[in-house]
């Protein structure tokens, strides 16, 4: 029986070179003032594309240099009472994992790629100078360029990145990701996700056809401050020193997604990581003690 489902996550970006792999592998979209590489196995691992820098992608506000963010991505898809046709046998829980951080060949193991393709609405200016391409569009010396497969008017953003994948628990990946770049928004990326239980669960795209149980999706996002905050380099350099002295925020340390409050549509004083919990600072009426909150102030 297969079952398809809809998930659809909206980026809006509103804070504040190296050997690279074959250009088939990404898309990078650079319209706009936010720019991000897309990966085909649907989900951008730390130094997916530059192998060299950590902090990549995701960059705002990308008209000026080394405004990126994006340190990993990683992207989990769990199933109950599986039966893995790879081995054969039978698994009480089974998992396929791609990110935060690479691994060797899992898009022959657990994450199959099927398509990347980059659509545009318009295609970017050609310039040249004395017969040599004159914009970063076209041909950028770190890669960040405008790679296009296909010019379509009549779609419904500025550039949309289709990426097909085939994972190893027979679950088919479909994601969408719509970048906006006209003059009142333009650092905005949607994706929009799309799973099917197809049975494909290798990469010769062999089928093995089953109900699949209790299934979850796991979304790991680390980001970290922009990569012009956190160069590596010499302590020679006074704008090198975080790379020695505060390591830790080129992994994300100072970035946290966070909820207050156990309703996030009425947050409370009260944070939840200080109580595991969740009741033992609440009162036989459920709410919070005075010992608790006076702890705050």
């Not at 590489?37 to 995701?58: H, K, L, P």
């Not at 239980?197 to 996002?221: M, P």
Request: aromatic share 12%; hydrophobic share 40%.
């Amino acid at each position: 029986m297969k079952r398809s489902g809809l998930i659809i996550i909206v980026f809006l970006c509103l804070l504040s070179l190296s050997v690279l792999q074959a250009a088939t592998r990404y898309k990078w979209v650079v319209v706009g003032s936010l720019h991000s590489f897309y990966y085909d196995t649907g989900n951008e691992v730390e130094v997916a594309v530059n192998t060299s820098e950590q902090i990549w992608g995701f960059a705002w506000d990308a008209f000026y240099r080394h405004k990126d963010m994006q340190a990993a991505r990683g992207l989990w898809i769990g199933v109950a009472n599986f039966h893995d046709a790879t081995v054969p046998t039978d698994y009480d829980y089974k998992v396929a994992h791609n990110g935060p951080r690479n691994v060797a060949d899992i898009e022959m193991r657990e994450y199959m790629p099927q398509e990347i393709k980059q659509i545009a609405r318009y295609s970017h200016p050609e310039v040249y100078v004395d017969g040599n391409e004159g914009s970063d569009m076209m041909n950028a010396s770190d890669a960040k360029n405008d790679d296009i497969d296909e010019v379509d008017p009549g779609i419904s953003a500025d550039r949309i990145v289709y990426t097909e994948v085939n994972t190893s628990v027979g679950i088919t990946m479909k994601r969408t990701v719509y970048a906006v770049a006209q003059q009142n928004y333009d650092r905005i990326h949607i994706s929009e996700y799309e799973f099917e239980n197809t049975g494909i669960y290798n990469a010769a795209g062999d089928v093995h056809s089953q109900t699949l149980q209790d299934v979850y999706f796991h979304w790991q996002w680390r980001n970290a401050i922009c990569l012009q905050g956190s160069w590596e380099g010499s302590t020679s350099t006074r704008r090198n020193w975080i790379w020695h002295a505060v390591r830790d925020i080129r992994w994300g340390y100072a970035t946290m997604n966070d909820v207050i409050g156990r309703d996030q549509n009425n947050p409370m004083l009260a944070s939840p990581r200080f109580d595991r919990t969740g009741q033992d600072m609440l009162d036989d009426s459920g709410h919070w003690t005075g010992i608790f909150v006076r702890a705050f102030h």
